[in-house]
């Protein structure tokens, strides 16, 4: 079931610009992570973020996480070109499953 | 890294056919597979979750009879779409998660069927 939501649905942003993703979700998590995906293709993973932590970067990535309000951030810098994709937040359940819950998505084009 | 392959990447069959999609993990053992449908525009679904050796565990609304999942090793998971109708096309993605207990899910490239 689609737990998380994430804003904005589209974005658009000039090349070198930041672009910054929001996503919300509802149920206690074990870790939430960010994933990519370019059009028609699979999942590229990007960042994972524990529920103890509150921030982490990765190059030019940087992810919050603020469980209090059930929600996260992804904030790309200095974006390009070749970042334009769809990016989706998804939270890992609590359990030995740690079955991942998608967000709806945002997809991001950033313009040369 | 580890890295999970699906076969085919395309597939188009009739209405009334069965396809099957195989999912592997190439460079380790996944011991619980995951199978997504994801509609064009839309987010991943998860459709059922699989442990090698063991039945599969579907969501609600997915049809255990019509989405058959097989986990018969530790490197292959098969889901097998049954009497396949236009609706069921969609892009079908696998992600495996290895013995380690890490908790990252490795993703394939997916399968785009389409049933006519």
């Known amino acids: 079931s689609q737990q998380g939501e994430e804003d904005p649905q589209a974005l658009s942003i000039q090349e070198g610009e930041n672009a910054t993703m929001n996503c919300s979700y509802k149920?206690?998590?074990?870790?939430l992570q960010w994933y990519r995906q370019n059009s028609g293709r699979g999942l590229v993973h990007l960042i994972l973020i524990r529920s103890n932590e509150r921030e982490k970067h990765s190059g030019r990535l940087r992810v919050t996480l603020d469980t209090s309000k059930k929600s996260s951030s992804l904030l790309i810098t200095a974006s390009r070109a070749a970042d334009t994709a769809s990016y989706f937040c998804a939270t890992a359940s609590l359990g030995s499953a740690r079955q991942l819950t998608f967000g709806s998505g945002t997809q991001l084009t950033v313009l040369p | 890294g580890a890295v999970v392959s699906q076969h085919p990447s395309r597939v188009i069959c009739k209405s009334g056919t069965s396809v099957k999609i195989e999912c592997r993990s190439l460079d380790f053992q996944a011991t619980t597979m995951f199978w997504y449908r994801q509609f064009p525009k839309q987010s991943l679904m998860l459709m059922a979750t699989?442990?090698?050796?063991?039945?599969?565990?579907?969501e609600q609304g997915v049809e255990k009879d019509k989405f058959l999942i097989n986990h018969a090793s530790l490197t292959l998971s098969t889901l097998t779409v049954t009497s396949a109708h236009p609706e069921d096309s969609s892009f079908y993605i696998c992600?495996?998660?290895?013995?380690?207990?890490?908790?990252?899910?490795?993703f394939g490239p997916g399968t785009r069927l389409t049933v006519t």
């Open positions: 149920t206690s998590i074990n870790n």
């Open positions: 992600s495996a998660r290895g013995q380690t207990g890490l908790p990252e899910q490795y």
């Open positions: 699989s442990n090698e050796g063991s039945k599969a565990t579907y």
